[in-house]
């Protein structure tokens, strides 16, 4: 599996940007798909997440939307009311087997990774 990550930018606080990720592959509707970061001088963290179900950390849940196309291979994340402490590298992850909704939150427990687009929000 092959992630492909773009949208990242500049923007405002209180902008917004929209990521994409492409995926490689023909059963990309059974994958579990995610969004991490990682902000300068900080671990990757999670961000939202995909299976079915939809998961946020706190700090996002309310301003952004995860989301898929399988038609397109593509899963999104569209982030609103961006703020400073959004400004990271994004990193698109792909697990071909189920996770539950704690594991979902788990890098370790990713199997592929995009390269990452770097966002920046200034303010």
């Known amino acids: 599996v092959q992630l492909q990550a773009s949208g990242g930018g500049l923007v405002q606080a209180g902008g917004s940007l929209r990521l994409s990720c492409a995926a490689s592959?023909?059963?990309?509707?059974?994958?579990?798909m995610g969004w991490f970061r990682r902000a300068p001088g900080k671990e990757r963290e999670f961000v939202a997440g995909?299976?079915?179900?939809?998961y946020y950390a706190e700090s996002v849940k309310g301003r952004f939307t995860i989301s898929r196309d399988n038609a397109k291979n593509t899963v999104y994340l569209q982030m609103n009311s961006l703020k400073p402490e959004d400004t990271a590298v994004y990193y698109c992850?792909?697990?071909?087997?189920?996770?539950?909704?704690?594991?979902?939150?788990?890098?370790?427990?990713?199997?592929?990774w995009g390269q990452g687009t770097l966002v920046t929000v200034s303010s």
């Open positions: 992850a792909a697990r071909t087997r189920s996770l539950g909704a704690v594991a979902i939150r788990i890098r370790e427990n990713y199997d592929y």
């Open positions: 592959g023909r059963t990309f509707s059974s994958y579990i």
């Open positions: 995909t299976s079915g179900s939809t």
